[in-house]
């Protein structure tokens, strides 16, 4: 069964960690995102790549960077974590050309 | 303006009702669209591309209407597995990335 996996379920942080978040797909697949996810707003784009060590920022990228070293791996990074970024983060990845998402279960991240 | 909108809900509906909801969208660019189903505390899945003729599949049917922006989802003869919270999904041509609505949330209740 394909998969995209992330690595934690649950996370607490502290204010002014540094945080991070890793996905993994075994789907060989080019393009990979960083959604977040609050009540009201729904899905927001952080920051995508749709290829190895190439990202692009989505609508939210303040606070965040990336990493794409490999191609089944994309990791978010929460540089000096804040109480605002407090969300349910969820990473997903599709095939070149395609809009089919698959996403992985999500992180609940609690910044205290 | 967010680049697509939907009424949050919730619709409380009895088994074996029918009930529809619209999603509206601003980019006239839009090119592709989809409903996603995200269940409570899950990840969203794809439930189905939205197509220009519109489309079923089984007790789902998703209308385009692209001279007002919107697109709809009617489920038949709801049925308990049905309460989730549907996603409404656009893709403007040449873009990577999909555009995500907050979601309407459906209950279905004995």
């Known amino acids: 069964d394909v998969k995209v996996t992330q690595s934690s379920r649950y996370l607490v942080k502290r204010t002014g960690e540094k945080v991070f978040l890793e996905c993994v797909q075994d789907?060989?697949?080019?393009?990979m995102f960083w959604y977040r996810q609050d009540p009201g707003l729904g899905l927001r784009l952080i920051y995508f790549?749709?290829?190895?060590?190439?990202?692009e920022k989505g609508d939210i990228p303040e606070g965040y960077s990336v990493s794409r070293e490999k191609k089944e791996r994309f990791s978010l990074i929460l540089e000096s974590a804040s109480t605002n970024q407090t969300s349910m983060y969820l990473c997903a990845s599709s095939p070149l050309g395609s809009n089919g998402y698959t996403f992985g279960s999500g992180t609940r991240l609690t910044v205290v | 303006r967010k680049e697509v909108e939907q009424d949050p809900g919730p619709f409380n509906v009895p088994e074996g009702a029918t009930v529809a909801f619209n999603c509206t969208y601003s980019?006239?660019?839009?090119?592709?669209f989809f409903w996603y189903r995200q269940d409570c505390r899950k990840e969203p899945k794809l439930l189905m591309s939205?197509?220009?003729s519109g489309n079923e599949d089984g007790r789902f049917t998703a209308q385009l209407n692209r001279a007002s922006q919107y697109i709809s989802l009617l489920i038949r003869d709801s049925k308990l597995s049905d309460s989730a919270t549907y996603l409404c999904v656009v893709n403007i041509f040449g873009d990577y990335k999909l555009s995500f609505g907050a979601g309407t949330t459906v209950t279905v209740r004995a």
């Open positions: 790549s749709y290829d190895v060590k190439m990202k």
């Open positions: 939205v197509y220009s």
């Open positions: 980019n006239s660019a839009s090119q592709s």
């Open positions: 789907m060989d697949h080019e393009n």
